[in-house]
């Protein structure tokens, strides 16, 4: 099992910036891709970013490429997303995912979810 657990939510202002994390606990040696996903109101579930267990891969949702950045620190078990020139149109629930790869993450082959934390952006 792998347990994950987000931080880093909350309100900001069109244009400012959002650091989100997502610890990993558990058998992580077996989920060796991060990611993350967002899931707005009254909208499906949408991938954002994944990233390699080394960091040297990285896939990104067209709608975010350039703004966001998906980085790890493997000694703390931890996935980060930098969010930088927030629209309101990013608002939503951010949820962490670990899977075998980026690309099983890119098909949301998601092995485990975390609960989420919730960003939202104001115009």
């Known amino acids: 099992q792998v347990q994950l657990v987000e931080s880093g939510g909350g309100l900001v202002q069109a244009g400012g910036s959002l650091r989100l994390s997502c610890a990993a606990s558990?058998?992580?040696?077996?989920?060796?891709?991060l990611g993350w996903f967002r899931q707005a109101p009254g909208k499906e579930r949408e991938f954002v970013a994944a990233?390699?267990?080394?960091?040297?891969?990285?896939n990104y949702a067209v709608s975010v490429k350039g703004r966001y950045t998906i980085s790890r620190d493997n000694a703390k078990n931890t996935v980060y997303l930098q969010m930088n020139s927030l629209k309101p149109e990013d608002t939503a629930d951010y949820y962490c995912?670990?899977?075998?790869?980026?690309?099983?993450?890119?098909?949301?082959?998601?092995?485990?979810w975390g609960q989420g934390t919730q960003v939202t952006v104001s115009s």
């Open positions: 990233i390699s267990r080394g960091g040297s891969s990285t």
């Open positions: 558990g058998r992580t040696f077996r989920n060796p891709a």
């Open positions: 995912a670990a899977g075998a790869s980026t690309y099983a993450l890119l098909r949301f082959e998601c092995d485990y």
